[in-house]
């Protein structure tokens, strides 16, 4: 889970929280309760209206047609009002309550897409997907049926009360002490299931991981022959959530239905046994027992409900507070501050001692100082985990270095909002990505019409366009989940020709060239030089072959830049560079050979 560093929200604090996104919507909302406190007032008056019918025409036989007929008129109506404006304010609740939660919804998205990079490190994507969906899903569900039902419930008790109050206040008094025992209940309820439904829902986010984690590793499981283990990892999370969910279903089923149930047979009991005591010493009218037992049982009614509805509010507490947590969760978060209006100098790079420390484990970089001037190619090489892909990171400010000063076209990276840096760069990742959708779309990233002359020009300069337009539908091709379809070495050229497109001031690649074969990536260097021209590349390679020509090679070795200048100078001398330079060319010469060698046996034979 996520590091926190405020007090855990409270079940109350949730409440008036998600009160606070319904602010937006509350024209809509307030109609609702005008539409539900007619629907409540007409319901009300129904049975009242049936005792008056009891009392004045039935009982004392006197059949006044007129006024009979006048008072079912009034029932009728006032049925019909009821079920309309029942119906309205239904319809108006609920569309207030999707609004609401596409807008926590949409917020949520928003507010992970501007996540540290780092946040998702400890965030599992999995995870992060079942925040999205099945927790706003419970909160639409809160929204559209408990918040309604709540409202509803109390607005129909306090009416029930007023009318038994109109009744006889000494019965009114008698069903007030209802109210304890209920919302006792209701108390203990809560504070039993809370933990029981927190666990429900840790365990649906722990196997929405394991599946994606499982589905995205799915080759490598089954090169290791993993599944049974995998599978036993999913069975423990599964007979977890088990687990939990029986113990709610034991809890619900015993508690919530017979209890109301049984308090209100008792009190059922309790208002007959009262009308007979008092009708030993005076006459007690058969409409008032009619209309009060229609009043108790109507009372009962929002009481069922409530508990039937408790449940998902319990569940909606829990996930309210996990979307609350992450919409809280502003670690790692820098303040943007404003854009500058001139960057149009030469785009220099500068770092000057530079530290970063991921977690709290080592130096990943360590005093790390370099200047790569603007519109020159300075290259980055070295051991892995040396600290080249670091440097990357720090550049696109997707972590945040500890100590030292990195500086863009002479102004440190802190001093511009990540946007204006970032637009400056164009990134091909070690790991390119490729998304859902077309070549063109996965090119021009912004999914608003892409220009398509720029996407081929782009795609060209890069040797990309000759394998697009092998494809049968060239351009518009879908290359597949995560771009299955595709080499990995037709990825890179993907994700060059996106930087390109993107038009940079300054190129950062990494490993970009390192899975493409010698022939093309003779090609892409050649249109590299050629679109170079002006820009500032920073390249990290572990192929030396492909930096020769750097006008500045950096070789780093732990976190520290410990050599710096052009191939011919760090061959010449001892060191990493030469070390690694003699090692490549040796292992070459053995590879050359060795085809040779394959050759003349095959010959042979
Ligand atoms: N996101 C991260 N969280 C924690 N540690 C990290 C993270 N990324 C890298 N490291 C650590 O930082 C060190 C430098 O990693 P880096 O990715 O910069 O190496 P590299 O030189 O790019 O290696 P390679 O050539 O294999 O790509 C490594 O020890 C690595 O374990
Ligand atoms: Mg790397």
Redesign the pocket.
């Known amino acids: 889970m996520l590091n926190r560093h405020e007090a855990p929200l409270s079940g109350q604090s949730t409440f008036r929280r998600l009160v606070t996104y319904s602010l937006p919507h509350k024209a809509r909302f307030l109609a609702a309760f005008v539409m539900l406190g007619i629907a409540i007032a007409a319901e009300m008056a129904i049975p009242w209206l049936v005792k008056t019918i009891l009392d004045e025409v039935i009982v004392p036989q006197q059949f006044d047609w007129v006024h009979l007929g006048l008072l079912s008129g009034l029932v009728l109506g006032f049925y019909v009002i009821q079920a309309v404006f029942q119906y309205f304010q239904a319809l108006t609740f609920r569309h207030g309550a999707l609004l609401v939660v596409n807008d926590v919804r949409k917020e949520l998205f928003e507010h992970v897409l501007n996540f540290p990079i780092?946040t998702f490190?400890k965030l599992p994507s999995g995870k992060l997907v079942s925040y999205i969906t099945n927790d706003t899903e419970s909160l639409r569900d809160m929204f559209v049926s408990t918040m309604p039902t709540i409202i509803q419930g109390s607005l129909r008790i306090t009416g029930i009360f007023i009318a038994i109050a109109l009744l006889d206040w000494r019965l009114m008094l008698l069903s007030l002490a209802l109210i304890p025992v209920l919302l006792l209940t209701m108390h203990w309820y809560r504070k039993v299931s809370m933990p029981i439904f927190d666990g429900i829902r840790g365990q649906i986010s722990n196997i929405n991981n394991n599946i994606s984690e499982s589905l995205q590793g799915m080759a490598l499981i089954q090169a290791f022959q993993q599944e049974k283990a995998f599978q036993d990892k999913f069975e423990r999370n599964n007979n977890s959530w088990f687990k939990f969910r029986t113990r709610s279903i034991a809890i619900d089923s015993l508690m919530l239905a017979p209890f109301t149930r049984l308090v209100g047979s008792v009190t059922a009991i309790g208002i007959v046994a009262w009308f007979a005591s008092a009708s030993l010493s005076t006459a007690v009218e058969i409409g008032t027992l009619y209309a009060f037992l229609n009043y108790i049982e109507r009372f009962f009614d929002p009481f069922r409900q409530l508990s039937m509805e408790l449940r998902k509010l319990q569940v909606a507490t829990v996930s309210s507070k996990r979307i609350f947590e992450l919409l809280d969760d502003k670690e790692g978060q820098h303040a943007q501050p404003s854009a500058f209006a001139d960057l149009t100098c030469q785009k220099d790079i500068e770092f000057r001692n530079v530290s970063l420390t991921?977690?709290e484990?080592?130096k990943?970089?360590s005093e790390v100082s370099f200047k790569a001037e603007g519109g020159k190619f300075t290259a980055i090489v070295?051991?892995?985990?040396?600290?080249?892909?670091?440097?990357i990171?720090l550049l696109m400010r997707f972590?945040q270095h500890q100590q030292g000063e990195i500086l863009v076209g002479g102004k440190p990276i802190q001093a511009m909002p990540d946007a204006q840096l970032r637009r400056l760069f164009g990134l091909v990742s070690?790991d390119p990505y490729i998304f859902s959708g077309s070549i063109l779309e996965n090119i021009d990233l912004s999914h608003r019409n892409a220009d398509k002359a720029k996407v081929k020009v782009a795609a060209e300069q890069v040797k990309a366009a000759k394998f697009i337009e092998r494809l049968s539908d060239g351009y518009d091709h879908q290359p597949g989940y995560g771009g299955s379809s595709l080499s990995t070495g037709e990825r890179q050229l993907l994700a060059l020709a996106r930087a390109l497109a993107h038009d940079p001031q300054i190129f950062l690649l990494?490993?970009a060239t390192a899975n493409i074969d010698s022939e093309t990536e003779e090609a892409v260097k050649a249109a590299l030089a050629n679109i170079q021209r002006g820009r500032t590349v920073i390249a990290?390679a572990?192929r030396l072959s492909t930096v020769q020509n750097a006008d500045q090679i950096l070789v780093?070795s732990k976190?520290k830049v410990v050599q710096s200048g052009i191939h011919d100078e760090l061959v010449s001398q001892p060191g990493d560079y030469r070390e690694l330079y003699l090692a490549q060319k040796t292992k070459e010469e053995n590879a050359h050979e060795n085809i040779n060698l394959g050759l003349a046996a095959a010959s042979a034979a």
Not at 385 to 390: A, E, I, N, Q, W
């Open positions: 780092r490190d991921y977690d484990g080592h990943a970089l070295g051991h892995s985990g040396s600290g080249k892909s670091s440097v990171n972590y070690q990494d490993e990290v572990h780093m976190g």
